[in-house]
């Protein structure tokens, strides 16, 4: 079994939240905090994790001040911990594509580091000035952060951050500051930004119809329900209950909520949502099962390793090129993002020059030395107005009955 850390991915699409970490998978990365940068899922095995060795008796510990932003101090220690976990992150993600860690990539991370950081604590800042508030929120995730790591309570939760080196308030602290960074660019950002005209879509496809040739692959949500470590007198009633899902599902009910009550798979946050699996890449039963299916249709329930798979088909993409109708809403989402690019720079430029910021000698703020300097919106795949189309080409988020794995 695994934690999220607080860098980690999957906490962050968890979360629906954090903003301005350092990330650079466009759907998997939503970071946040004042106190760690992310990246891909740097985790931490539960399991014979041992706690941080504690200082010396009669040690002191002198944290020096980084940055000061207005009222609000960041340190040697934030910085450090966001730089590790940042380098974590980058370590993970060269490991998942199987490529070295770039040289280039490292020092980019580095040279932007400081200025996320800043970033972040000024939409903080700014929350705070709109009388926003988190605190629902931030307990709805940390309890969905439980049980996604089959933990009984949220005391055993805390113990589990702690086994990891982690100080469960900062965690805490995390989850809230995140869900007030995209609150935050959701109200003042997001609403300036058009949306994509059919020309526009147009020329975007015409201009790169390579892209979009497409293998046999299909969309797919996903509902895990769970049996590994379950006692033999609760198998036939989870079975019974996967059963009673899956006809509400394919019967019509939302998908979509029906995963956040009742799946046990990481996805169910998000609905579910696991992404595009290609035809060759899945066992020959149950592509020939998942290809017969219409958009839409809801595939038998799954035995798997770990528990009953319930499968949506939620799009098809057929091995050749795509028409400009199958690639719309991707292409609508690109868009969308290439347009809130210089309104998020432009709208965290602002809140700079209303801000005071100093920085220590020898530390630098990337984003106090050119006006131009731009966000990585990696962050802000959440923040999309309610009527634009969902892309329908993003990385999967590794689901846990296609490949077998998950519920650890």
Same mark, same amino acid.
């Given at each position: 079994?695994?934690?999220?850390?607080?860098?980690?991915?999957?906490?962050?699409?968890?979360?629906?939240?954090?903003?301005?970490?350092?990330?650079?998978?466009?759907?998997?990365?939503?970071?946040?905090?004042?106190?760690?940068?992310?990246?891909?899922?740097?985790?931490?095995?539960?399991?014979g994790t041992e706690a941080p060795v504690a200082p010396p008796a009669k040690t002191t510990i002198v944290e020096q001040i980084v940055a000061r932003v207005n009222d609000k101090i960041i340190t040697t220690g934030d910085y450090e911990q966001a730089l590790k976990d940042r380098v974590t992150g980058l370590q993970q993600q060269a490991q998942q594509s199987g490529q070295a860690l770039s040289p280039t990539a490292l020092a980019d991370a580095k040279k932007q580091l400081l200025a996320t950081l800043i970033d972040n604590q000024l939409l903080v800042q700014r929350a705070q000035s709109l009388g926003m508030s988190a605190e629902t929120e931030t307990?709805?995730?940390?309890?969905?952060?439980?049980?996604?790591?089959?933990?009984?309570?949220?005391?055993?939760?805390?113990?589990?951050?702690?086994?990891?080196?982690?100080?469960?308030?900062?965690?805490? #602290?995390? @989850?809230? /500051? $995140?869900? =007030?960074?995209? %609150? *935050?660019?959701? +109200?003042?950002? &997001?609403?300036?930004?058009?949306?994509?005209?059919?020309?526009?879509?147009?020329?975007?496809?015409?201009?790169?119809?390579?892209?979009?040739?497409?293998?046999?692959?299909?969309?797919?949500?996903?509902?895990?329900?769970?049996?590994?470590?379950?006692?033999?007198?609760?198998?036939?009633?989870?079975?019974?209950?996967?059963?009673?899902?899956?006809?509400?599902?394919?019967?019509?009910?939302?998908?979509?909520?029906?995963?956040?009550?009742?799946?046990?798979?990481?996805?169910?946050?998000?609905?579910?949502?696991?992404?595009?699996?290609?035809?060759?890449?899945?066992?020959?039963?149950?592509?020939?099962?998942?290809?017969?299916?219409?958009?839409?249709?809801?595939?038998?329930? #799954?035995? @798997?390793? /770990? $528990?009953? =798979?319930?499968? %949506? *088909?939620?799009? +098809?993409?057929? &091995?050749?090129?795509?028409?400009?109708?199958?690639?719309?809403?991707?292409?609508?989402?690109?868009?969308?993002?290439?347009?809130?690019?210089?309104?998020?720079?432009?709208?965290?430029?602002?809140?700079?020059?209303?801000?005071?910021?100093?920085?220590?000698?020898?530390?630098?703020?990337?984003?106090?030395?050119?006006?131009?300097?731009?966000?990585?919106?990696?962050?802000?795949?959440?923040?999309?107005?309610?009527?634009?189309?969902?892309?329908?080409?993003?990385?999967?988020?590794?689901?846990?009955?296609?490949?077998?794995?998950?519920?650890?």
């Amino acid at each position: 079994m695994k934690l999220p850390s607080m860098a980690s991915p999957s906490f962050r699409v968890l979360m629906a939240g954090g903003v301005l970490l350092a990330a650079s998978s466009l759907w998997a990365q939503a970071p946040t905090k004042p106190r760690a940068a992310t990246a891909a899922k740097p985790t931490t095995e539960l399991a014979g994790t041992e706690a941080p060795v504690a200082p010396p008796a009669k040690t002191t510990i002198v944290e020096q001040i980084v940055a000061r932003v207005n009222d609000k101090i960041i340190t040697t220690g934030d910085y450090e911990q966001a730089l590790k976990d940042r380098v974590t992150g980058l370590q993970q993600q060269a490991q998942q594509s199987g490529q070295a860690l770039s040289p280039t990539a490292l020092a980019d991370a580095k040279k932007q580091l400081l200025a996320t950081l800043i970033d972040n604590q000024l939409l903080v800042q700014r929350a705070q000035s709109l009388g926003m508030s988190a605190e629902t929120e931030t307990v709805l995730q940390l309890d969905q952060v439980r049980k996604e790591n089959h933990l009984a309570t949220m005391e055993d939760l805390q113990k589990a951050v702690e086994a990891q080196g982690e100080n469960y308030e900062d965690y805490e #602290q995390s @989850v809230k /500051n $995140g869900i =007030l960074e995209q %609150k *935050v660019i959701e +109200q003042d950002v &997001a609403p300036r930004i058009s949306a994509a005209t059919p020309q526009e879509v147009a020329a975007y496809y015409n201009a790169h119809k390579s892209d979009f040739v497409r293998p046999d692959e299909v969309g797919l949500s996903e509902i895990l329900i769970q049996t590994s470590g379950k006692p033999e007198s609760e198998q036939k009633r989870l079975k019974d209950l996967a059963d009673q899902v899956q006809q509400r599902a394919a019967a019509g009910e939302d998908f979509a909520k029906l995963a956040q009550r009742y799946s046990n798979a990481s996805s169910g946050a998000q609905g579910g949502d696991i992404g595009f699996e290609q035809k060759d890449q899945l066992e020959a039963k149950l592509a020939k099962i998942l290809f017969a299916l219409p958009v839409g249709g809801v595939a038998p329930v #799954q035995k @798997v390793d /770990n $528990g009953y =798979l319930i499968l %949506k *088909v939620t799009a +098809q993409h057929h &091995a050749g090129q795509e028409t400009l109708e199958e690639a719309k809403s991707e292409i609508t989402y690109v868009l969308y993002q290439q347009k809130l690019q210089p309104e998020l720079t432009q709208y965290l430029n602002n809140l700079r020059r209303d801000a005071y910021i100093t920085v220590k000698p020898g530390y630098v703020d990337a984003g106090a030395a050119n006006d131009n300097t731009q966000v990585d919106l990696t962050k802000f795949q959440r923040v999309l107005p309610s009527d634009l189309p969902k892309p329908t080409d993003k990385p999967k988020s590794g689901g846990f009955g296609v490949n077998g794995g998950g519920g650890e």
